[in-house]
């Protein structure tokens, strides 16, 4: 599994944080590193990210800013990507199990460090499973489907 992680300038040091474990787990992760300056704001922070796992460069993608939630606005504004913001494991586990979420989103600002390498594991180690939630990801997939034709 392919890896992107990248954030903005109010969670350089999360990021950092979480890089450096996946890579002491044997993580195939790579930091985008997309405002190596921090000029860049997380709108297209994220967005470049979301094209990045829409283009199929990577699997799945982690984004982090303050709070994690324009992140998670902004990467859904891609077509082909599902980012969810999770705080709690359980709910990680679900992005990936019920979901098929493809973007981890976290706010620096309201998750400390180990519980988000705890979050980080439970996300990269679900897979979709499919069943009851199946139909309600093709529903939700139709649907932005729909959506993003009606803009051309």
């Not at 787990?25 to 790579?30: A, I, P, S």
Request: aromatic share 8%; hydrophobic share 40%; proline share 1%.
């Amino acid at each position: 599994m392919r890896i992107a992680i990248d954030a903005d300038d109010a969670a350089v040091n999360l990021k950092e944080i979480i890089y450096k474990h996946l890579l002491s787990k044997d993580y195939d992760v790579t930091d985008i590193a997309f405002s190596k300056d921090g000029t860049a704001l997380y709108p297209e922070i994220g967005y470049n990210l979301a094209q990045r796992i829409r283009q199929k460069d990577f699997d799945r993608g982690i984004l982090i800013c303050g709070t994690g939630i324009g992140m998670a606005m902004v990467a859904n504004k891609v077509q082909g990507v599902y980012a969810g913001l999770c705080h709690d494991v359980f709910s990680a586990q679900r992005l990936a199990k019920s979901n098929d979420g493809n973007i981890l989103t976290m706010g620096e600002r309201v998750i400390g460090s180990e519980l988000a390498k705890l979050v980080v594991e439970a996300w990269l180690s679900s897979l979709f499973e499919g069943g009851s939630s199946e139909p309600k990801v093709i529903q939700m997939r139709n649907l932005e489907s729909k959506s993003f034709s009606s803009l051309k």
